[in-house]
């Protein structure tokens, strides 16, 4: 069975600083990836995803995550973070068996801007 | 498109009570999954439904179960309530069980309050 490690449960970062929130998982099989964001009080929100091809892939709001199979990893980046980017994140392998998916995730990263 | 939606979005029970959460997805959308979130645990998959029939299931006990209908909705039920049963249960669907590639569109989810 797949499983996901998000290496730190807190992330507090200024105000146009990078950020990067790590993640790594565990099977070196061919695998899917996916970062959900949870604003307070709200479900989860799909951010990006790896399914194949180009190992960078990009949301719209600007954070990008690139798939390292070498490493088993999936790490989060945003070169500036905003206010509005204060949420926590969660990473998330497609774990299949008998034909049925479900999504294995992370404990999730808490970010926190501060002005 | 409408989303998911789940009523109701709160609920308060007590210990020994049974509840019903109620699932409405996407239009289209056929497959449905419930997770639980914990600050403890944090997000663990339940169930998936398609057609009427589960798919997968996660590992929880018997006093979980759920149902989907022909219009797809799904409803999960708990009985014989537990304090440990206190956690936000999330419903997401997606167009169809294809794979580990379909995306998931998350509700905003029941906070379920057991006391």
């Known amino acids: 069975a797949q499983s996901v490690t998000q290496l730190d449960s807190q992330v507090p970062v200024f105000e146009e600083a990078p950020v990067e929130l790590r993640c790594n998982y565990s099977s070196s099989v061919s695998v899917y990836l996916f970062w959900y964001v949870q604003y307070p009080n709200q479900g989860l929100q799909l951010l990006l995803k790896?399914?194949?091809?180009?190992?960078l892939v990009e949301s719209i709001n600007g954070f990008e995550a690139e798939f390292n199979k070498s490493q088993t990893s999936f790490h989060l980046r945003k070169p500036s973070v905003h206010i509005s980017d204060t949420a926590e994140y969660f990473c998330a392998v497609s774990d299949q068996a008998q034909g049925a998916q479900k999504l294995v995730f992370g404990q999730g990263t808490r970010l926190t801007i501060n002005p | 498109k409408a989303g998911v939606t789940q009523t109701p979005r709160y609920l308060i029970k007590t210990r020994g009570q049974q509840v019903t959460l109620s699932c409405s997805p996407i239009?289209?959308?056929?497959?449905v999954s419930w997770y639980q979130q914990t600050p403890g645990q944090g997000l663990q998959f339940l169930f998936e439904?398609?057609?009427?029939?589960?798919?997968n299931k996660g590992n929880f006990p018997g006093r979980f179960s759920g149902r989907q209908f022909s219009n797809s909705r799904s409803e999960m039920n708990v009985s014989t309530l537990e304090l440990g049963d206190s956690a936000l249960y999330l419903c997401?669907?997606?167009?169809?069980?294809?794979?580990?590639?379909?995306?998931?569109?998350f509700g905003p989810g029941t906070r379920l309050t057991v006391l």
């Open positions: 997401a669907s997606s167009l169809e069980p294809t794979g580990a590639t379909d995306t998931q569109y």
């Open positions: 790896y399914l194949s091809g180009s190992t």
């Open positions: 239009s289209g959308h056929r497959s």
């Open positions: 439904y398609f057609s009427e029939t589960q798919r």
